[in-house]
């Protein structure tokens, strides 16, 4: 809230702006096992347990900057409230956006007697995607909101300006573009969609229980999966058919984002700028996507998983 989570390797960095009107940096150190051990050159693993560790951190980050940006006394938050919002987060959306669909389709079946698996599989996936896209449209008009999605706008913008060469300043970086191949909402999608090609594969129980065990389960090979390919799209981003691919998931940002104001930029660059420091950073490499060290923008940030 009223801030921006960036994250290296060793530490990430929230700024908020407080009710006065001041930038307050608050950060986190990192788990060297994770982010900088042999777990985070094992594919698929380092995506799951990555994940896990960056929901921990923007839940810790979300109940900070709710704190800073009211006026209260700063909260020590723990690990266990952390992961316990997080279990109960990850909850919520499982049962919304994979056990919910499910369901629905099994009345449809049983409802209009429909037994073909092809025509079964695409209700599913309509149904997931127009749950997903109408979550993101209805709490996109919610006030709070809007200002959390300038604040995710002028994330982005300011990691582009850096991978781009420019200077960290609000002028420059108000000329970036909005979107970024490696935000979350993108792995989301990729999530939703990629969901729908394997429930196809895998077939469709009878059992209905067995079926939503089936979803259920196959939801971390997903999430592995997707984070690989988010990073493999992101390193080659400028392949002419990776750029068809990932179009979706540019377009879609345009939900979870809104143009920033300057006050904004301010806080996305003094988080970018601690984790500059604390990484010993100064200028993008050529290939940001494959320095271990670059800030990943909002699958580590405000999304966090934004």
């Known amino acids: 809230m009223e801030g921006v989570m ?33 777990i985070s050159k094992i594919p698929f693993v380092r995506g799951l347990i990555g994940l896990w560790d960056a929901l921990g951190l923007g839940t810790k980050a979300l109940i900070w900057s709710a704190n800073v940006a009211i006026g209260e006394e700063e909260e020590v ?14 909850s919520l959306g499982i049962g919304l956006f994979f056990v919910l669909p499910t369901a629905a389709t099994t009345g ?17 996936g309509i149904i997931k995607l127009a749950l997903f896209l109408g979550y993101l449209g209805v709490i996109g008009f919610m006030p709070d909101v ?33 979107e970024h191949p490696r935000c979350g909402t993108a792995f989301l999608l990729t999530v939703v969609v990629l969901s729908i090609f394997i429930g196809g594969l895998v077939g469709r129980p009878s059992n209905f229980f067995a079926l939503l065990a089936s979803r ?49 930029i301010e806080v996305a660059i003094a988080a970018l700028e601690r984790v500059l420091e604390s990484e010993k950073l100064a200028k993008p490499s050529a290939h940001p996507a494959e320095n271990p060290s670059m800030p990943l ?8 998983a934004d």
């Open 146 to 178: 809007k200002r959390l999605f300038g604040y995710h706008g002028a994330e982005h913008k300011t990691i582009n300006a850096y991978e781009t060469g420019r200077d960290l300043v609000p002028p420059e970086v108000q000329t970036q573009p909005i």
């Open 77 to 90: 938050i723990t690990g266990k409230t952390a992961t316990g919002l997080v279990i109960v987060s990850l």
């Open 216 to 264: 259920v389960l196959l939801i971390p090979a997903i999430a592995g999966l997707s984070y690989e390919i988010l990073r493999f799209t992101a390193r080659h981003a400028e392949n002419p058919l990776v750029k068809l691919v990932i179009t979706p998931n540019l377009w879609l940002q345009h939900l979870t984002t809104r143009q920033p104001d300057d006050s904004m």
């Open 108 to 124: 449809a079946k049983e409802l209009f007697g429909i037994d073909n698996h092809f025509a079964l599989e695409t209700i599913e």
């Open 6 to 38: 960036m994250r290296g390797v060793h530490l990430a960095a929230i700024a908020v702006r407080d009710p006065e009107g001041n930038i307050v940096v608050r950060e986190e150190k990192l788990n060297s096992a994770l982010y900088r051990g042999p």
């Open 297 to 304: 923008a909002a699958m580590d940030g405000s999304t966090a």
